[in-house]
């Protein structure tokens, strides 16, 4: 029996079209009938209703039509179902034969075709010999038809011709050759279509009525299964249920009801799973088994194709890993059953021979076929053929088919986003690659498949890939797989019991020593011969005998750690590198080297261990102790080295830790730690650790908890402390546009000569962009400093410093604004050290930062008074008024006023020489100094207007003992005024004081100061403290620029500050100068001294 | 068969153990689907959500029962698809025993969470489990 036993016939798992044979069509030598047969076949789109064309000639023998039985009383059944039928009706027997003939209506010599045309039909008719099958007629016409009814001759002749064939007028059909072919074509498909739909009842499927033949089917398969079923007949039936079972679900997925496919295949194996039928062909059933999950699987499939959703877990990769497992069965009973003798050949003659090289009916034996009793009829023979096909079955490549099933079922949970059940299935097929001796595609699909299982943490599913994994590159001799397997079955992951967990490190031991490691267990002995002969290859085989394992995708039995001992160093201290390792293999293991991998390589040098006695036999006993890691303890290596002084500043970093397990002079594999530390499990195991609560054990001296061990895989190298101090001396706070004296006092504790000492000082970069422009720095304190000095002074040099010396250096700060600024001084030097014996010179700087606050010295107040200290609003053209200053202090410090000075501008005079009336006074905090000047405005143009009035320059220092300070000038402007012209201009001359009952002469002059003769009233307005005598109302007139003269003798009554009598001036031309204006020129009021006794000396002296 | 996972196994234990590692296959696989219907859920949904996810997946000899606790710690029971006797209701409550134990576990303060579960009370619950089950 071939492989192809349990496949489903072809033509049960095609969609069942009808089958109509054209005849009398010439395709190879007539154009027009080409085009028409192509117009059938080649275009035919999915819209159309589908059947299967063939061109016959017209004379085509078809099968022969038995006589039908008309009861099935005595019918004794040879088997269900013929294994040719169902070809037969969908090939060989049409169930319509079209005939083509070329004929117009108007052909001249219509009588004689006609009676050729009959006689065609007739020939068709006696092939058929009495099939139900229906026969056409087409008559292909050179001329478009008239529309039906007018053409009266055409109508007459079709009758005419139907009656000679013996048609029916459905059957006959014109298609004229003309360019509507296709058209015609397809509605002359369905008229076909209805001419054999009354054709085969029971067919319904032919017919593509899907419901009945789904009953049909249902009905068939529960028919299956009453049949009385017993060994012999088990395989029929089972092989027929498998085909109506097959033909059901593809309905019912063609009727778009997946779930009523799901349903019955569910039913059909529950009822066939137990019927395994003869013990000694079990193999037999699971094939079959297999096979009908595949069948379903594909079906499930090409409904999805066809737009059916399957959901994850519904999809057919379930079946195909079904179907698959039940091929593993499969292959597992054939080597139980099949394992024969050597001796025992396929038996002769054939049993599986038939006469016809087929079987007649589906499922039957070949040896016994119709054979319908439950024993067999010749028990010889029947073990005779049990034994072939138990042979023929040794041969198939199950492997092959258990991993195309996998590969199959792969491919669906990929699609159904089954990561875990595709990862499985690939290791299933891994294995049955294996177990098909294929070893290089296994590794490849478990070794792809192995990093989810160790990311997942499944360690019992990953120690048992990896030991098929082990087997493999063991069989394949590849050394570099497997010492990576080997590593890991010894860790940590691998469940593995300890004693094979020993076997595997002594192998992994001899395979680095340039040794044939010992066989796997349960390897094909053959393989075995063949890979120990590969393995002594390998012995001879120089060079490749280096191998490099990046541990970071595994979890090998070795763990490391690196750590930097401080996340910083001093230059001058060396740099210290701790390196753990563990083992969590059985045996102790020795390695020849640990090497860590610094980003700056050039100190990798520093930090290597290696075998002392390189090439030589026999190792110290000291290194041999200290090279090998003894199972579950920690081993610490300690590394250190001295840092390059171009370093400082920068961060060195654990790029790796190698680790060499064999020989240099055999083989030797190095394990990398990228970064120094970490496996693939690793971090997890950081993650608990760190959150264990678990009692730390304490551990003897020079032991670890592993645990415990933290991570430190760079380290910053800083430069080394400074020993010299950096001191500050000033007063706070500065006064704004002052010289602040900042003294630095550079201490050196260094034991060497510090040299080239460079003071960086001034405003600290980084902060407000304005400070950058208020702030000035200069060494020279004797000048103010203006805009071109810089914010911060770089290296000034100091030059070289003595042990215990000191360097002061005052500096001078210029702050335009006020507010906090932070100042830096910066000083650097280089000093040379020995660090584990080497000279470096190394660069020191220490910093000191100062915040700086700025503070206003003083504020100036400023304004303008009238010669009665009345305050003025405006001032008046050639009147004399005051100009007041008061200066403020508001600083902490006193400060001393060196001079002061007014620069009127041109708008205004001084009326005496002005000279500074506050020159040389100290102000303490808080304190008050004001002078003032007398002033008057020349005239204006257009009565008003406002005018500047010029600067105020005040020329002070900081009165200070701590340093020599320069004297500074600030400027400050005077505020505008308003100058107006006055139309008439009063002034009173009277003495300074008054005595009671003496006269008081008292003098008013009026000016007018217009162009113009000015009408001017006066009244005096009698006061209780004075008499006077003058002129009480009057009325004159003052002459432009002239000036009039009053006099008034008053008589003081009363003592003290008395008002004297008020003068009431209207000026008559100009309304708007009102009386009180004019008043505020005259004094209102006057002392009168008491009359005095004997002398007024001592009164007058008060 | 019994599993609690946070898709590594905390604890997982099988009878009879032969063929063992089938059943952490089928376990292992049938994380697809918890995770598939885990993702299906909304957040806003998630807190509501039924810890009780269900038969899981469908096999010819087994059937797979998924919980998983609001602290993403998954359960998986694997039965005989034969055993008839366990309906749903069974399942649920044998999870809803599991996940008290499991509760009883974390409680330990010298239990660290994420590693193998090795307590005996937890121990005891699944063997009467699975006494009474199988």
Known sequence: MSPAQWDLPPELCCRPVAFVALTGLDVVYNAIHRAIWDAFCANRRADRVPISFKVLPGDNEYPKCRTKRTSYEWYIPKGILKTGWMNKHLNLVPALVVLFYELDWDDPQWKEKQSECATKVEIVRTSLQGRNTKVAVVLIQKKTPLPPGEDLVASERASALCGACDLS?????????????????????????????????????????TQNALKYYRTAYSLVHELRAHETNMLEIKTMAGFINYKICRLCFQHNTPLDAIAQFRKHIDLCKKKIGSAELAFEHTAWMSKQFQSFGDLFDEAIKLGLTAIQTQNPGFYYQQAAYYAQERKQQVGQLCSHEPGVGYPAPDPLETTSGALDFYGQRPWRQGHQSIDPPDSEKEKQ??????????????????????????????????????????????????????????????????????????????????????????????????????????????????????????????????????????????????????????????????????????????????????PSFHIDEPVQLHVYVRADCPHPVRFSKLCVSLSNQEYNQYCLLEDASKGKDILEPSTQENMCLVPGKTRKYCFKFVAKTEDVGKKIEITSVGLMLGRETARYVYLNWRGGWGDAASSHETLQACRSFKKRTRFPEQQVDWDTVTIQSSTMIISRVPKISVQLTHEPPALTNEMYCMIVTIQSGEDTVAKDIKLTAGLKPGQDANLTQSTQITLNGTEVCDDSHPALLPDIPLGDLHPGQKIVKPLYIHCVSTGSRILLFHVAYSVSATVEGKDITCKCHKDETVTLETVVPYEVAMKFVSSKFEHLERVYVDIPFLLMMDILSASPWPIELVNSEVQLASSMNAIDQPQSQVEGVTLQTS?????????????????????????????????????????????????????????LYVHAELPSFGRVRESLPVRYHLENRTGLVQDVEITVEPSDAFMFSGLKQVRMRILPGAEQEMLYNFYPLMAGYQVLPQLNINLLRFPNISNQLLRRFLPSRIFVKPQGRNGDTSIEAA | EVLCCANYPLYIRSVPTQGELKFHYTVHTSLDVVEEKISGVGKALADQRELYLGLLYPTEDYKVYGYMTNSKVKFVIVVDSSNTSLRDNEIRSMFRKLHNSFTDVMCNPFYNPGDPIQSKAFDSIVSTMMVQAF
Request: with cysteine.
């Open chain 1, 927 to 983: 304190e008050c100094a004001s002078e003032c000047f007398l002033l008057k405005c020349p005239p204006v143009q257009n009565g008003t207007s406002t005018v500047a009035s010029g600067h105020y320059i005040i020329s002070w220092k900081r009165k200070s003992t701590f340093a020599e300070t320069s004297v500074v000038r600030t400027i400050v402007t005077l505020p505008h005024v308003m100058v107006e012209n006055i139309p």
């Open chain 1, 169 to 209: 007028g459905k059957s006959l059909f014109v298609l004229p050759h003309t360019d509507h072919l296709v058209g015609y074509i397809i509605r002359s498909d369905f008229l076909f279509l209805n001419k054999h739909q009354f054709k085969m009842g029971f067919f319904s499927e032919l017919k593509q009525d």
């Open chain 1, 385 to 566: 053929g049990i034994l072939a096909l138990q042979v023929k079955e040794r041969d198939i490549p199950h492997s092959e088919l258990i991993i195309a099933l996998l590969s199959n079922a792969v491919a669906q949970f990929k699609k159904y986003k089954c990561p875990r059940m595709k990862s499985h299935l690939m290791v299933q097929m891994g294995e049955e690659y294996y177990h098909a001796k294929d070893y290089t595609k296994a590794l490849k699909l478990l070794d792809y498949v192995m990093c989810d299982y160790r990311t997942e943490r499944w360690w019992s599913l990953l120690t048992s890939i990896l030991c098929t994994a082990l087997k493999c590159s063991y069989l394949m001799g590849q050394v570099k797989d497997y010492i990576t397997y080997s590593m890991e079955l010894v860790g940590r992951a691998s469940i593995l019991p300890e004693e094979q967990k020993s076997r595997i490190e002594k192998n992994l031991i001899k395979v680095l020593m340039n040794e044939v490691p010992e066989p796997e267990p349960d390897c094909d002995p053959l393989s075995v011969k063949t890979a120990q002969s590969l393995w002594s290859d390998r012995i001879s085989l120089a060079g490749s005998n280096e191998f490099t394992i990046e541990v970071q995708d595994y979890v090998p039995f070795v763990q490391c750690k690196a750590k930097f001992l401080s």
